[in-house]
Structures are given as structure tokens and as C-alpha cells.
């Protein structure tokens, strides 16, 4: 005690500084790991984590041990693409190995239809059997039982009996198609509770799927052969007419080989148009001569020049002329000579015309006969371009009626040849459909598996169980740990107080046992007259082995975190308050002066709680015989010396509330009550005062502004956030100084913050300090 003394020694009296008003606090909150956090969260909430974790479990392990067994028979099948090698028949037989996905998804879908299950059912009498009389679930509603499904009976559409839609329902929901991934497999499987009738009822699906799909190609092919015997006849007889009427067409206009006759007139008709241009231009040609011996200028006619005959005359002539010339210089026109070479002249020049009249009449001649050849020509082109373009339009009706025949000989003979093939693919039975594995007896059950589901039902509830702790945990608002405080309010948490029943064997740590005080002390007989709720005030000895360490030591955690926050200021005279009623501001009000006085200093408690005093019940305090307390002192009646009571702890004394006043907020506002406190600070080294929650009544907040500091009560995961901070506020505004927050009724029992500080320091130190004899408590 004495070490304890010196280590918290008070400050001297001096006189209280101004109030000041001091920002919220904004540190920051603790760093925990969230792993951490999680722990504390399930450590509280394992109860809930337990209940629900044990519903889960035990109805899982009900529901899995009350199933009967059931047994799983399995088939392989393998689908292969339809073979259009095997005929090129598959237009009419409705094979679409074109779309291999398709194909195989159709497939699928086709093993799960109602109409292959239906099958089986009546090969199999299955709507006989126990099995498929009951109901598929014990859990099932009226409403979810399947819809009423059509089906076809000799070509009436009817509706399926209830029974046997109850049967086939319970058929689908047993069966099981899987495809295997990458390949052409499938595999069908089917439960039932017997493991011969699951092998059963496998095999005769499959055998079932194979024989409806070679009966179905078999209808197909047969549908299309008759079919095409319908068209044939028809097309027969088109075929027919078409040839009749393109023979009498033909024989009408006279047209036997259409091609060659007209590739004849085409080829003649070519040829006249070329000779007609031929002679066209020869024409122009002998025209141009023609005119200029129409001129009678036959010098630069043409050939004139080339004839021999002609070339000779002119040739004599000229000779003729330069000899005639020549003597008629010397002689006379009479002589002999000269009259012979005249005569000879004239011949010549005769001769000479003569030629030129016939190379006219030639050349004259050429020209109309190259004139008439022109005209002959045009009429002969004019007539055989008449002739081919009538043989042009008769082929054009002979061609259309040609390919009318042409069209409908090549239908015919198609259809015949398609008629041919349906015949051969009706005789053939190419399945591409085979079984590759048969189903077996299964020699154990599938279902239920009991182990996986139990622990599934153990990780279910698990699961369920924690996320119903952390939704627990996320709708509790309140303060639960130091580390709510400095998070969510700002404030300094100045320490925690175990609740009563938060002791180990549900003895607790605080209220609820008595205390082992040694019978005949001075100390005994005091602490008898102190309720159990006062505790911070026993001494080691009185404690005893199985004392209340946690509380004690609590109750002195918050007094050293009180004078440690002080360093900066005085804290003379404090105000403990708290949001709302019921938190344990009273209780901590007196364990803490308790705490203050042990360490030798004067303390003073002042009850300022008009409304519902309660510190001189606590103290065991008798009420003043002529009612001196706070009251009456504030209103002259008394002065603080005559209110002062002493009380059973050493150096706690008490000024009780005295008669409860009927304005205690002006009392509490009025210049006595700051007089009171300067005389109260002068005398005692500290003054405690006990006031109404802040939330209730204004009496808080007209204490607060008057005094050095503010402790903040708050009942531990009671309390909510909101109510703190609002409380904080109106400290704020009534510029008081809050010191912390102390957070009251810590239940660790429950797990979470503090749990193992408290139950494994406290009550196996305390224990063993005890057990070993030592008188003080640990520090």
C-alpha cells in the first residue's frame, strides 16, 4: 500500500485553473490484426456459432440416416455422326450428321423425352412397383407436382393418367444423362432403392434408344418412297405431254433438225453479206473509172496505159508524126512520101480511137455488170436474213419446249433414282448408335453418402453458424472494447470494470460473492458496512485467496489512467457522469474516491444527483437529523463544513444530496454551487461528484462547464455508440474538459477483449499472491 501511495502521489492544493475547452481526442485506435478481431467476434458469439452448428449438424445426420439407400446403375452409349456414305438418301430420311453439335444435343434431349421414358415404363410395368407409387419428396407441395402432359393414343390427343404421370415424373427425376467431354460417349444413369431394377431400367433404355432410332429411319425411308411414287406419277405424265406437244410443234413448222438447218442459214447468210460488201466496193471502184470515160478523159483511164496494143499505136504514131515532120520541112504535102506517112498517120490515129472506144465499152460494160451483181446480191441478203430470222423464231418455241422436256425427263429420272435408294436403305439397318459399356448390379449405394454429408452438414452449419455471429456482430452497436472507444467516440479509454458474473465457476469478478475479510479487524468490521458493490476499498488481506483481483485492480487501473491524463492540468475536482441511467456512474463514482483515498489523499464525494441520489445508500452514510446536504447548502441553509460526513473508508468523506430540490438545474447553475466547489478544492485534494445522465437532464452539462474534468461512463456492449457520442457532444458544447471514457459491466466471460488479461493475469496472480501471503495487491 505504502509502495502504491508513492508511485500515485496527488499534487498539491492549489488553486483550480480556468476551464478550458480541449478538442476531441484523435488519436489513433489501437492497431489489431483482423485475424485477431475475428477470434474475439467468434470467442463472443460461441454459443450462437454452437446452437446453430448443432441444429445444422443433427438435422443433416437425421435427414442422411433416414434415407433409404439407393442404388446407381450406369450405361455408356456412343453416338456417331450418320454415315452419308452409306446412301445419299439423308435429305428424306432426317439425318442431320451435317451439324455434329446439334445432332448430338438432339440426341441427348431425345434419351430425357417423356416418350422413350414412357417406353420403358410399360416394358418394364415400373407404374407396378412400390418405388414409383410414392411421392417423390416428403417435403413436396401440393403445387409442384408436374403439369399434365399430352400424348397421342391411336391419333387422339389425350391426357395422361395422373398415376402414370406421377410414374414418369419419378422415371426423369431418377435419370441421369451426362455427356463425357471431348469424345461421342454418354453416359445414362438411374437410382432406385433396387440395385437389379436400376441395372434393369438402364439397359432397357438403351436398348430402347437403339431400336426407336432404326425405327425411325425405317418410317422415314418408307414415308419417302411412298412419296415419291405420288410425284412419279405425276411427273410421268408431265414427261409425256411435254414430248407430244414438242413433236407436233415441230412437225408443224416443218422443223426436223432445228440446229443444223439454222447454222446452214446463218453460214449462207454470212457469206452473201460478204460478197455483197465485196461487190460494193468493186462497184465504187469501177464507178470512178467509169466517170472519167464518161469525161472522155481515157489518158489516166486505168489500163490504158497497159495495153500493148495501144502502147504500139501511140509508139507508130509519134514515130509517124516526127518522121512526117521531118520532110515536110523539105517537101511539099504532095509529095509521094509525105501523102503515104499521112495516110499512114490516119490509120494509126484511127486504130488508136479504135482501141479507145473498145477499152470504153469495156470498162462501161464491167460497171453495169458489176452494178447488177450489187443489186442481185442485196436482194439475195435481204431474203436470207428473212429466212433466218424465221427460223430464228421458230427454234426459240421448239427450245422452250425442248427444255420443258429436257427438265421434266431429268426430274423424272432423279425421283425414280432417289426411289431406287429409299428402297435399298429401307432393307438396311445402319445403326450409329452402340452400346460400349453395359450397366451392372451396383454392389453398394450411392446415395446417401453419409460421411459427406455429415460433413458437409459440420461445414454448413459451420458456415452458417459464424455468419449468423458476424451479422450478430454487425447489427451490435455498441461499445464492447477500447478500441470501439477510441474508433467510434474520439475519446481516450481510461479502463475497464469486469462485470459481476464475469467470474470463472459463474462466481464473477466484481458483485457477485461476499468477501473473505478476517473476522475481529478493525478493517472487517468497517468493510461489513460497506454494500458489496463498493469493493475497491478492501485491502489485500481482507480479499483472501479467492477475492475479487480483477475488480480491486480494475477500480486502480482507472484511478493511474484519471492522474496520468492529468499531466498537462489539474484534475481537482471531477464530474462522473454517463448517457443514460443504469450504467454504474454511482458505483464508479464511489470505488474511485475509494481508489484516490488509499493512496493517502483526501477525498470528497459529493452527491449532485438531486433526482436519484444514491452515494449515501452505497456508503451505508445515515441521513443529517436536520437534512444538511448538497441542497440545503446551495441554498444557505447549511455550510459545506456542517454537510461534510465522514464516512466507514478512511479519508472519503461524503456531502449527501440532502431533500431533493425541485429546480435542481438552477441550483446546480447558482454562484453557491461554484463557491461550494472553490471551498470544497481548498479543503480536499480531490472532489468526486456524482451526477444525472447527460442524456436525461441538463444537471451533467451545468457540472461539466464547472469542473476540471469529465469522466464518461458507459455500460460495456450495452451502451449504444450513438448515446456516447451524443453525450460527447453535449459535453463539447458545455466546454468541458472529457478526460475518457470508462467503460462499466465488462462481461468477459463471453469471450472478446480482455477475456484472457482478466481471468488469467488477475485471477492466477492475485491467487498466488494471496496463496503465498503477501499483503499487498499487485501493481
Avoid at 369 to 377: F, G, N, S, Y
Avoid at 661 to 672: F, I
Amino acid at each position: 500500500m505504502n509502495q502504491d501511495t508513492s508511485l500515485e502521489k496527488i499534487q498539491p492544493r492549489v488553486e483550480s485553473p480556468a476551464v478550458i475547452s480541449v478538442p476531441a481526442y484523435d488519436q489513433e485506435y489501437s492497431e489489431t490484426h483482423p485475424l485477431q478481431e475475428y477470434w474475439q467476434i467468434v470467442q463472443k458469439r460461441r454459443w450462437t456459432i454452437l446452437s446453430i452448428l448443432l441444429v445444422v449438424f443433427v438435422t443433416v445426420a437425421i435427414g442422411t440416416l433416414k434415407q433409404r439407400p439407393v442404388y446407381r446403375a450406369k450405361v455408356v452409349l456412343q453416338i456417331d455422326r450418320e454415315n452419308p456414305n452409306i446412301l445419299s438418301f439423308k435429305d428424306f430420311a432426317g439425318l442431320e450428321g451435317s451439324d455434329e453439335e446439334l445432332y448430338l444435343e438432339t440426341s441427348y434431349k431425345t434419351l430425357q423425352s417423356r416418350t422413350l421414358a414412357r417406353g420403358v415404363i410399360q416394358k418394364l410395368q415400373l407404374d407396378q412397383r412400390d418405388e414409383f407409387k410414392e411421392e417423390s419428396s416428403t417435403f413436396s407441395l401440393p403445387w409442384s407436382s408436374s403439369p399434365k402432359v399430352p400424348s397421342s393414343v391411336a391419333g387422339d390427343q389425350t391426357v395422361l393418367d395422373p398415376k402414370l404421370q406421377r410414374v414418369m415424373q419419378r422415371f426423369l427425376d431418377q435419370l441421369t444423362v451426362t455427356p463425357v467431354r471431348r469424345s461421342r460417349l454418354v453416359e445414362i444413369s438411374f437410382d432406385s432403392n433396387d440395385p437389379v431394377l436400376a441395372a434393369r431400367v438402364t439397359n432397357t433404355l438403351a436398348s430402347t434408344y437403339i431400336e426407336d432410332n432404326l425405327k425411325f429411319k425405317w418410317e422415314a425411308t418408307l414415308k419417302a418412297s411412298d412419296l415419291i411414287s405420288e410425284q412419279l406419277v405425276g411427273l410421268k405424265a408431265k414427261l409425256e405431254k411435254s414430248e407430244e406437244e414438242l413433236q407436233r410443234y415441230a412437225k408443224e413448222n416443218a422443223i426436223l433438225q432445228v440446229d443444223e438447218k439454222q447454222n446452214i442459214a446463218s453460214q449462207k447468210l454470212k457469206q452473201l453479206q460478204e460478197e455483197y460488201v465485196k461487190g460494193e466496193a468493186e462497184l465504187f471502184q469501177k464507178q470512178s473509172v467509169y466517170d472519167q470515160v464518161k469525161g472522155g478523159d481515157l489518158s489516166s483511164v486505168p489500163g490504158m496505159m497497159d495495153n500493148k496494143i495501144y502502147q504500139d499505136l501511140s509508139s507508130r504514131l509519134s514515130d509517124l508524126r516526127r518522121e512526117y515532120s521531118e520532110l515536110s520541112t523539105t517537101f511539099t504535102p504532095e509529095y509521094p512520101k509525105l501523102k503515104r506517112l499521112k495516110s499512114q498517120i490516119d490509120e494509126t490515129e484511127a486504130s488508136l480511137q479504135k482501141e479507145r472506144n473498145m477499152l470504153a465499152r469495156k470498162i462501161t460494160d464491167d460497171y453495169r455488170a458489176a452494178e447488177a451483181r450489187v443489186k442481185l446480191l442485196r436482194v439475195a441478203v435481204t431474203g436470207q436474213g428473212k429466212e433466218f430470222n424465221d427460223i430464228a423464231e421458230k427454234s426459240i418455241q421448239y427450245n422452250i419446249l425442248k427444255r420443258e422436256v429436257d427438265t421434266n425427263r431429268q426430274i423424272y429420272e432423279g425421283l425414280l433414282q432417289r426411289l431406287k435408294e429409299a428402297g435399298v436403305s429401307a432393307g438396311m439397318k445402319a445403326n450409329n448408335i452402340r452400346v460400349v459399356d453395359q450397366a451392372e448390379v451396383p454392389p453398394k449405394p450411392a446415395k446417401p453418402r453419409v460421411v459427406l454429408n455429415l460433413a458437409l452438414g459440420l461445414i454448413l452449419g459451420m458456415g452458417l453458424g459464424v455468419g449468423m455471429a458476424f451479422f450478430q456482430e454487425y447489427l451490435d452497436n455498441t461499445l464492447k472494447s477500447p478500441d470501439d472507444v477510441q474508433r467510434f467516440v474520439r475519446l481516450p479509454a481510461l479502463g475497464m470494470i469486469p462485470a459481476a458474473h464475469s467470474g470463472k465457476n459463474g462466481k464473477g469478478y466484481g458483485y457477485g460473492y461476499g468477501y473473505g475479510y478476517r473476522h475481529g479487524s478493525k478493517k472487517a468490521a468497517a468493510t461489513a458496512l460497506i454494500p458489496k458493490e463498493v469493493a475497491a476499498q478492501l485491502s489485500p488481506e481482507l480479499v483472501g485467496p479467492n477475492g475479487d483481483w480483477a475488480l480491486l485492480e480494475a477500480y486502480r487501473s482507472l484511478r493511474t489512467s484519471i492522474l496520468l491524463s492529468a499531466s498537462d492540468r489539474q484534475l481537482r475536482t471531477m464530474v462522473v457522469t454517463s448517457a443514460h441511467p443504469r450504467e454504474g456512474k454511482t458505483t464508479t463514482t464511489v470505488n474511485l474516491a475509494i481508489t484516490l483515498a488509499q493512496l493517502g489523499s483526501r477525498v470528497l464525494l459529493i452527491d449532485a444527483d438531486m433526482r436519484k441520489p444514491r452515494v449515501a445508500e452505497l456508503l451505508k452514510v445515515p441521513a443529517s437529523p436536520g437534512g444538511a446536504g448538497l441542497s440545503t447548502c446551495l441554498t444557505g441553509q447549511f455550510t459545506l463544513d456542517q454537510s461534510v460526513v465522514a464516512t466507514a473508508v478512511p479519508n472519503v468523506f461524503l456531502v449527501p444530496c440532502g431533500p431533493i430540490p425541485p429546480n435542481p438545474p438552477e441550483l446546480l447553475s447558482s454562484k453557491a454551487m461554484r463557491q461550494l466547489l472553490s471551498d470544497a478544492r481548498e479543503k480536499f485534494d480531490f472532489v468526486m461528484l456524482d451526477s444525472p445522465p447527460l442524456l436525461m437532464v441538463s444537471d451533467g452539462r451545468i457540472l461539466a462547464s464547472q469542473a476540471d474534468g469529465v469522466i464518461l461512463v458507459a455500460h460495456g456492449a450495452q451502451t449504444p455508440r450513438v448515446a456516447v457520442n451524443q453525450a460527447k457532444m453535449q459535453l463539447l458544447q458545455a466546454n468541458a474538459h472529457v478526460v475518457g471514457v470508462a467503460l462499466n459491466n465488462m462481461d468477459f466471460s463471453r469471450g472478446g477483449y480482455g477475456k484472457y488479461y482478466y481471468r488469467g493475469y488477475y485471477s492466477s496472480y492475485g491467487q498466488e499472491e494471496a496463496q503465498n501471503g503477501r499483503t499487498d495487491p499487485p501493481s
